[in-house]
C-alpha cells in the first residue's frame, strides 16, 4: 500500500502543480474569472489531498499493521480528488452547471478521509 499511496501521491501532486500553471497561463484569457476560481479551487484541493495522502502512505510505512481505517482514508483521499477537483476542472472548462452538483460527493469523501485518518490515529503504534 505504501507504494501505492506514494506513487499516487506524487502523481496527484505534480497534476496539481500542472493544473495551476494550465490555468494561470493558458485558461486566464479563455474562461470567465469566476470559472478561473473554480478551476483554481480543484487545483489547490487536489495538492491539500495529495499532501494527506502522503501522510497516509508515510505512516503506513512506519507501522507494523496499518488499521483498515489508515488505508480506507488513503482511498477516499483519491476518490475525494477524482470527483471534488475533477468536477470542478470540468465545470470550469465547459461551463455545465450540473457538475458542480457532483463536486459535493467529492467533499464527502474527502471529510470521510480526514475522518477515517482521525479515527485510525488512535490505534497506531509504532
Known sequence: MTQIFL???AFLGGLS??????ASHALREKITER?????DTGARYQMYHALALLL???LISR??????TLIASGWLFIIGIAIFSGSLYALSLTGVKSLGAIAPL???AFLAGWGALAFAA?????
Open 7 to 9: 506513487s499516487i501521491a
Open 17 to 22: 502543480v500542472a493544473a495551476g500553471a494550465f
Open 35 to 39: 470559472s478561473l476560481e473554480i478551476f
Open 56 to 58: 497516509v502512505a508515510v
Open 63 to 68: 507501522t507494523e499493521s496499518p488499521p483498515a
Open 106 to 108: 467529492g467533499g464527502a
Open 122 to 126: 488512535w490505534s497506531l503504534k509504532f
